[in-house]
């Protein structure tokens, strides 16, 4: 018998080879054959099953998440999985875990910054989770301002040993993701103090707990800081706190690839810039962006899948009601967030390329694209991080009730998606990184110094400063060098007239401060542009497959004209484009939906999402969302009984007060 699809005709109007375009979002293939046998790998095994979270206790839902985590590492072995496909595993389970932080930032932060030897030591045990670790760098006073740290590592040359203490209530370590209950090791970030001297912040490998009993180990104060924000959500991770009472390591135990301390208690600072002790935060924010592809898709796939069965108002003649998703204002605010998700992915492929090529220069001892990778990184994992919690808010509200229910899935994803602005540098803050960079690349423009990569448009600020859009018709607005002239222009002037108001400062750091709103905005515009340029550059790619590249041409289109949209002040205040030319542009936006309507339900398809990672009854494959809907709700463990506990005791006593009353 075949199985029921209420989508079957939303799926018979698709314009596009859905396999190809499949292929197209995971990358490559390999890689759409690889996540698609992981991701039904760990859909059809029971013990990932995730649906019943939200109703665990925080001590069960901990214990269930070291249980999936065992789980995982059972299969990754046995099915001798490669390091590529335990990743994927592991975020297919999807519930933040110690292992996040073990994979993701303790073994990063040693290959990053610890020496051949230091490889040599504690790769070997990290990969084989023969010790569990985690990354301890922020503290109870300070996150964002790293060089403001307090926890110390003095040199003591009589004992070739770092003590490393904690000598105030603000330094305790406060936010490390697995340090609350599970981490063995730490790589610890601390100040540096040898010969009475402060070399600044260095990472330490510290062993936390022991290896026998895994309790603290002397002078080691541990746990975890309380629960989180929501239900189930980020709860399943013991975010940790961490305080140090004179422990003692070895020497050998501070990353010295960076900077060394020799057994004398000499500092030597090597030519590796400083900055490379920040490396592990580069690498995951680069990782953050695909993420916000990801989750960005997820609740995509949510609410346009929900938006095609839902139906209101307008039927005729006894006939159907309308498909919420023809309404031209659910288009509007669906299908730009469809199209972000396509236009991070992409980004997101090639930020993952621009760190390769910046990893292979530092090893080469190369460093001069490392400013540009950090603001990459820095920028867009702020600006698609931003967007992608906005646009889960969004797809909830799209849903319209049924979106605030727990088994939509979105709530939840919401919850555990929000912090992603916070952690890993503040999405402000690190814009304001961004537009540091931005700002000395204008002021090296008169130099002869050529920006290069993602400003090199900079180096054509004298056109694209007086450069007229020539749009005069809504068609004009398909054109791309038309799209990526007006956002160049746009980023360029931005740029120009900021680091002009700077300049009215005596003191360039007060102004800084004074202007740093206006600073964000630039950074904004010249991350857009990025994103902007990026999905343009993937089109010139040879992209295969029926109609595939039209649907990714109409995507990306639609990208870039809901941005102008929205930030048309921008755009018509820098004189780039007319309001008429704004106006036309929201005509052709119009003219885009239009044609993305009849592709929605393939184009969300396409990422292959199994109904367990969606983990959502409005968005399941089949469409059969009703059905599902009032099953699940006799699930809740409020319905076990007809009357509820409690009745006795508090509400027939409410309910029978007019009795009494009436017998007073
Ligand atoms: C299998 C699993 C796969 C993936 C999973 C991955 C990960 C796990 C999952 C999720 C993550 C979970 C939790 C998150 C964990 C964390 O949050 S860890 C803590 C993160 N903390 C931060 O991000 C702190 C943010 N703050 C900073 O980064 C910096 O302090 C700052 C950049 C804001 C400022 O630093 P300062 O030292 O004060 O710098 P400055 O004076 O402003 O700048 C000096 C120069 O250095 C340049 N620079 C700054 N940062 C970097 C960098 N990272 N790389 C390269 N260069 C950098 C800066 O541009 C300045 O350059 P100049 O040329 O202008 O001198
Ligand atoms: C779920 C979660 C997991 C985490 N995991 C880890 C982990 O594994 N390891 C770890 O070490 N840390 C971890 N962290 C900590 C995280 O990295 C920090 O919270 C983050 O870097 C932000 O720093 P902060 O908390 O000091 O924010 P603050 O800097 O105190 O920010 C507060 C406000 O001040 C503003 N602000 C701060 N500085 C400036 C400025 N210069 N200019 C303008 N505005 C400014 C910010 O924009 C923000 O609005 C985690 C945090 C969370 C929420």
């Known amino acids: ?14 314009e596009f080879n859905l396999d190809e375009m499949k292929i197209v979002w995971a990358g490559s293939r390999r890689n759409y054959e690889l996540s698609d046998r992981v991701a039904r790998l760990v859909a059809s095994d029971p013990v990932f099953r995730k649906d019943n979270r939200t109703m665990l206790t925080r001590k069960d839902l901990f214990k269930d998440t070291l249980r999936k985590a065992a789980h995982a590492w059972k299969r990754i072995i046995d099915l001798r999985l490669s390091e590529e496909e335990a990743n994927m595993l592991r975020s297919y389970v999807d519930q933040p875990a110690f292992t996040d932080l073990h994979w993701g930032m303790f073994i990063p932060a040693i290959k990053g910054q610890g020496t051949s030897e230091q490889h040599e030591k504690w790769l070997p045990m990290a990969y084989k989770m023969q010790i569990i670790g985690c990354y301890a760098q922020t503290e109870l006073g300070h996150g964002s301002n790293v060089q403001g740290l307090e926890t110390t590592a003095t040199f003591d040359p009589q004992t070739d040993e770092f003590d490393l203490h904690s000598p105030t209530l ?17 790589v610890v970030y601390a100040r540096l103090i040898t010969g009475g001297q402060d070399h600044g912040v260095h990472g330490f490998i510290v062993q936390l707990r022991g290896l026998d009993d895994h309790l603290p180990l002397p002078g080691i104060t541990v746990g975890d800081i309380g629960m989180k924000f929501g239900s189930g959500a980020y709860n399943s991770m013991d975010n940790g706190l961490l305080r140090f009472d004179h422990v003692r390591i070895p020497r050998n135990q501070m990353l010295m690839r960076v900077s060394q301390v020799t057994r004398e208690g000499k500092f030597v600072q090597s030519d590796v810039p400083r900055q490379l002790v920040y490396g592990t935060m580069v690498y995951v924010r680069q990782t953050i962006v695909s993420d916000a592809s990801c989750a960005l898709a997820r609740a995509v796939c949510i609410a346009t899948r929900y938006s095609a069965v839902r139906r209101q108002f307008g039927s005729q ?8 998703i023809d309404y031209k204002t659910q288009q509007s605010r669906l299908f730009p967030l469809l199209a972000s998700a396509y236009a991070f992915r992409f980004v997101g492929e090639w930020l993952k390329w621009l760190y390769t090529d910046v990893t292979q220069r530092l090893q080469a001892n190369d460093f001069s694209t490392l400013p540009e990778a950090h603001a990459c990184t820095a920028g867009l994992k702020s600006m698609t991080t931003s967007v992608t919690a906005d646009a889960i808010e969004e797809c909830r509200k799209l849903c319209g009730g049924h979106g605030y229910l727990s088994n939509s899935g979105l709530p939840e994803l919401f919850a555990v998606y929000i912090p992603t602005c916070t952690y890993e540098g503040d999405n402000v803050v690190l814009l304001l990184q961004v537009a540091r960079f931005l700002m000395k690349t204008v002021s090296q423009l008169g130099s002869g110094k050529k920006p290069v990569g993602t400003t090199a448009y900079m180096g054509r600020a004298e056109h694209l400063m007086q450069c007229r859009c020539e749009v005069e018709m809504a068609q004009d607005w398909l054109k791309p060098s038309t799209i990526l002239e007006a956002f160049e222009a746009r980023a360029v002037r931005m740029s120009i007239a900021c680091a002009k108001s700077l300049g009215k400062f005596s003191n360039p750091e007060d102004g800084f401060a004074e202007l740093s709103p206006d600073l964000v905005e630039v950074a904004i515009a010249h991350c857009q542009l990025i994103v902007v340029s990026k999905f343009l550059e993937k089109l010139q790619q040879d992209i295969p497959g029926k109609g595939v590249k039209r649907q990714l041409e109409i995507l990306c289109n639609v990208y870039a004209l809901h941005l102008l949209h929205k930030h048309l002040g921008d755009f018509v205040a820098t004189g780039c484009i007319t309001p008429n030319q704004g106006a036309l542009a929201n005509e052709q936006l119009r003219l885009l939906y239009a044609q993305v309507r009849p592709n929605a339900i393939a184009l969300v398809d396409a990422f292959n999402y199994t109904d367990h990672y969606l983990g959502s009854i409005l968005g399941c494959y089949d469409g059969n969302v009703y059905q599902k809907l009032y099953q699940e709700a006799w699930k809740d463990p409020l319905n076990d009984t007809v009357v509820p506990d409690g009745y006795l005791e508090y509400l027939r006593p409410i309910l029978k007060q007019h009795i009494r009353t009436a017998r007073l």
């Open 170 to 186: 603000t330094s305790s370590k406060w936010w490390p993701g697995g340090l609350g209950k599970v981490s063995t090791h730490a």
């Open 317 to 324: 003649n006894g006939g159907p009601e309308i498909q919420v």
């Open 1 to 14: 018998m075949e199985a029921l699809d209420y989508h079957a005709e939303e799926r018979r109007k698709a």
